[in-house]
């Protein structure tokens, strides 16, 4: 990966950080309140050192819970009678997949010792 992380020199594939930031955030710079991101506040948060193992696994934790929650929420309440056959399965799959990578969060929240590593790799 390339951006904010120390000693990393690999280029970004496609974009660069800033690009990256104005493609996400740059509209919102013309909205005045709430105030916008700034892009060192998204350097900082898009650089993983700045965070402990634990709350790296709760972040993403949080993130495979909402989309078990959305997934789930499209399939009930009616959702499905708008959703096609394939459109339903796909919906089925993201639901299956996270439920998967909650269970390894949670076996290695449990499992890491208090100085484990993490090797971090973003695909941006």
């Not at 709760?58 to 399939?75: G, I, L, S, T, V």
């Not at 459109?87 to 484990?116: C, H, P, T």
Request: glycine fraction near 6%; proline fraction near 6%; charged fraction near 20%.
């Amino acid at each position: 990966t390339g951006g904010n992380v120390e000693g990393n020199t690999k280029p970004l594939p496609f974009n660069s950080m800033s690009q990256i930031f104005e493609q996400r955030f740059g509209m919102f710079h013309c909205s005045p309140a709430p105030p916008p991101l700034t892009y060192e506040d998204f350097c900082s948060s898009m650089n993983p050192c700045n965070y402990t193992p634990d709350a790296l696994y709760r972040f993403a934790e949080e993130c495979f819970a909402q989309a078990r929650y959305f997934a789930k929420h499209a399939c009930d309440h009616g959702g499905a009678s708008k959703l096609n056959a394939g459109q339903l399965a796909e919906m089925k799959v993201i639901d299956r997949a996270a439920m998967f990578n909650q269970v390894a969060l949670r076996v290695l929240s449990v499992s890491g010792a208090d100085d484990a590593r993490i090797d971090v790799t973003l695909d941006l």
